[in-house]
């Protein structure tokens, strides 16, 4: 387990100076997590424009089919994480049954544990960061919080992702705002750079993000 999240404010760094593409930072960061938690795998869910779950980044294929089950179902923890805006952890899935879709193919790939953090952008949440482990009891209160760290930092780069600028509803867009502050706060205190200078790095991301979703 490593508190240590200073590699993934790097990731965020460089992905709002243009060095790295959207889907390589949320991968990063959900290896720097699963390392974080001492986690077996991780994945990255968010919500399309259509509302609709999607696995955006994972550590093993593995992920892809736990997630799956749970958006098939429309249930599971991975989405009461981020419709309730909580962290849920699954202690042991052999013997939860909320969500029976997710517990059949966890027994099947020997997931035993999990953990979902949700991804909240201003007031919304927007998807979770998915913690999956083999060993029973593997997180602690502690792992939870360290888990937040990183869901903080999936969601400055999942702002991006979400396309906020663009859209027309206005609490949306007030919502990227207060991310895109977010992240130029970030790079303030991390690197000592100018006000001018964080405004301008963040307002290219974001630029650039919105072209290539088009």
Known sequence: MDSDDRPAIAVVHEFIGGAITLGDALTEIAELATRGVGADMAGLTLLTDSGRAKTVAY?????????????????GPC????REQRT?????????????E????A??????????????????GVGALNLYAHAHGTFSDEDAAIGMQFGRHAATVAAYYDRAEEADNLQRA???????EQAKGILMATTG?????????CANRA????????
């Not at 849920?88 to 029976?100: G, I, M, S, Y």
């Not at 997710?102 to 193919?105: K, R, S």
């Open 59 to 75: 550590t093993d294929g593995m992920v892809m089919e736990l997630d799956q089950a749970q958006y098939d179902s429309d249930r």
């Open 79 to 82: 989405l009461q994480a981020f």
């Open 88 to 100: 849920v952890l699954v202690a042991d899935t052999a013997t939860e049954d909320r969500w029976p």
């Open 102 to 105: 997710f517990g059949e193919v």
């Open 107 to 124: 027994a099947r790939s020997g997931i035993n544990t999990s953990l979902s953090i949700p991804i909240i952008v201003g007031a919304r």
């Open 174 to 180: 007030t919502e990227s705002r207060a991310v895109i």
């Open 193 to 201: 750079c100018g006000a001018d200078t964080a405004r301008s790095c």
């Open 207 to 214: 630029a650039r993000s919105a072209s290539s979703t088009r």
